[in-house]
């Protein structure tokens, strides 16, 4: 029997939610371990794994970090993106997509809001303008949506696309709580995915994150 993988992330969902959302939707066990920040500073000072960053997965295949290779090979791995190389293609397509998004909240908002630098004087419109960046990717992740015409974006189980879209919605939604109904797509996107039913008793008992709820 194949050993489980153990993925090593913080008490949070950050960059590995999505990776154990994969796990739990394939019905595949993985040990999910948690650290805390002064642990990890000094674990991996004694016994230094990758590159020092979380989260990091250890396979039967061998040690991976970097979030998204990570997802990426749990859901080749456990059939969850896609069946062909289009439909690879389109699951990788929303996620770069989506860490577009994450990154540039992160660069001209979360900065300000959760690491300290002072906000400008205009930040509102600074927000505005992320908002906008935001949903015109949302709206064009519905245009290849709606050209795939399945229940979920790539087909008519959750997959990888899905899970990354819903958990990167999430870690912006310290300045945009309504981010979810930025438009009347992904207000719908997120019911379809919230009341899935592995996803949805997941979502009702998941640990509570220690950063900021992100
Ligand atoms: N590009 C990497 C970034 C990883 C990263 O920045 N991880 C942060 C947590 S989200 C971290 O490990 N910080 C603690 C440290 O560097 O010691 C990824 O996507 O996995």
Same mark, same amino acid.
């Given at each position: 029997m194949a050993t489980q993988d153990t993925l090593l992330y913080f008490s949070? *969902?950050? *960059?590995a939610e999505a990776i154990r959302m994969l796990y739990l939707m394939a019905g595949r066990e993985f040990n999910d371990t948690r650290t805390t920040n002064e642990k990890w500073l000094q674990e991996k000072n004694e016994n230094p794994v990758a590159?020092?960053? @979380?989260?990091v997965l250890f396979t039967e295949d061998g040690v991976f970090c970097q979030s998204n290779v990570i997802a990426r090979y749990v859901a080749k791995k456990l059939g @969850?993106?896609?069946?062909?190389l289009r439909e690879e293609t389109t699951h990788d397509l929303v996620v770069e997509i989506t860490m577009e998004f994450i990154n540039y909240n992160g660069q001209n908002i979360y900065k300000h809001v959760l690491f300290g630098v002072p906000e400008p004087e205009n930040f509102a419109e600074v927000k505005e303008e992320v908002k906008e960046y935001i949903t015109k990717r949302l709206l064009y992740i519905q245009s290849i949506a709606e050209k795939e015409g399945k229940e979920y974006i790539v087909s008519d189980e959750i997959g990888l696309a899905d899970i990354w879209l819903y958990t990167g919605l999430e870690l912006c939604r310290? !300045?945009? !709580?309504d981010i979810m109904d930025f438009t009347p797509w992904t207000t719908e996107f997120a019911a379809k995915f919230t009341s899935n039913k592995k996803m949805k008793s997941y979502l009702e008992s998941r640990p509570p994150s220690q950063f900021h709820g992100l």
């Open positions: 949070s *969902r950050g *960059r590159l020092g960053q @979380l989260p @969850l993106m896609g069946d062909n310290v !300045p945009f !709580p």
